[in-house]
C-alpha cells in the first residue's frame, strides 16, 4: 500500500507539473509520462505516448497536420547540441493557438532518456525580434561601409584633380620661367633655381596617386564630417605637427585607419596618440574595434601609405596584437630634409 500510495504521489506531482515531462527506456517503452506530455503528444501524432522512442521519432520528421506547425528557422538552437557534456536534442512547434513549446531529448544515463516539453512563446517572440533587429543593423552597417567606401573614393578624386591641377600651373610657370631664361640669355645664372623647379614638378608627377593637395585648414573638418558619418569618433591626444607636411601625412594616415577599422573591426573610436622628441613627431593609431585580429595583410590601401610615408622620409609599422595600431614616425625637418635630397 505504502509503494502504491508513492507511485500515486509521484504521478500526481509530475501531472500537476505546467510542462510536459516523459521518461523511458532506450527502446522506448515508457516509464513516467505526465498528462501535459500526453495532451502534446495528441495534438502532433494523434495519439498519446505509446512507444516514447516512436514517438520522438514522429515529432522529428513531422509535417504540418493544422493543428501544429514545426518550426525551423536557422536562427533556433540546431537539432543537436552537446551542454555540459549530456547530447541533447530540441524540436520546436507553433500550436493553432500561437503558443510555441520546445520539445527537449536529453540521455539522463545509459538506461535513461528524458523528454521535456516547455512553452517559451513569450522567449520565442523576443528571440526573433532580436534576429531581426541584428538583421537588419547588420543591413544598416553594410550600407554605412559602402558610404564610406564611397566618400573615401569621391574625395581621392577631387585630390587627385586638385593635384593634377596644382602640377598643371607648377609645369605652366617651369616652361615660362625657362622661355623667359632663354630668351633674357640668363639660363646660365638661374639653372640651379630652374632645375629645383622642374624637380620638383616632375616629383608630383610620381606622387599623384596618394598626395593630398587639399587646404590645411580643411583637413580635420572634412575628417571630423567623414568619421561622424560613419559613427566613429576621433580623438587626439597631444600636439598636432605645424608643419604642412607633417600634417598631410598624418592625416592621410588617419584616413586609412579610419578606413580599415570601421569596415573590418566595427570601431566606434580612433585614438591617435602624438608625442614628440627633439627630431620627430611619435604616432600611434589605435581603435576600439570588437573583432579580434591575429594577423594582417597589407592591402592597397596601406602599401600606398607605406610608400608614401617613406617617400617623405616617414617610417610605418603595423602592429597586430588582437588589434591593430599604426606607428609613424614623422621628422620635424621633413621640407628641409626632402629639399636637401632633391639636389
Known sequence: MKKNTSAKMIKKAIDSYPGGICFFALDGRVILVNEKMNQLALELTGH???????????????????????????????????????PRQQLFFRFSNSSVWRFELRFLDSNTVQVEAAEITELYQLSEEL??????????????????????????????????????????????ATTK????????????????????????????????????????????????????????????PKSRKALQLLYAAIREALTNSVRHVNATELMIKIEQDEKSYHIEISDNGSVSVSSITEGNGLSALRQRLEQEGASLKVLCDNSVSLIIDIPFDLDESQKGGRK
Not at 67 to 77: D, G, H, I, M, R
Not at 223 to 229: G, S, T
Open 131 to 176: 534576429y531581426e533587429n541584428t538583421i537588419r543593423l547588420r543591413q544598416t552597417q553594410k550600407r554605412q561601409k559602402a558610404l564610406l567606401d564611397s566618400i573615401v573614393e569621391v574625395n581621392l578624386n577631387k585630390e587627385i584633380l586638385a593635384a593634377k591641377m596644382h602640377i598643371h600651373d607648377e609645369l605652366g610657370h617651369c616652361l615660362l
Open 48 to 86: 498519446t505516448i505509446l512507444n516514447a522512442k516512436a514517438t520522438w521519432e514522429k515529432l522529428t520528421n513531422f509535417a504540418n497536420n493544422g493543428k501544429a506547425e514545426k518550426l525551423t528557422q536557422s536562427w533556433l538552437p540546431k537539432d543537436t547540441d552537446k551542454a555540459n557534456g549530456s
Open 181 to 240: 631664361a632663354i630668351t633674357e640669355d640668363s639660363l646660365a645664372e638661374n639653372a640651379d633655381v630652374l632645375r629645383e623647379s622642374w624637380n620638383s614638378t616632375i616629383r608630383d608627377f610620381t606622387n599623384i596617386p596618394t598626395v593630398w593637395t587639399v587646404p590645411d585648414s580643411s583637413l580635420q573638418s572634412e575628417l571630423m564630417q567623414v568619421a561622424e558619418l560613419i559613427g566613429c569618433k576621433v580623438i587626439f591626444l597631444g600636439e598636432q
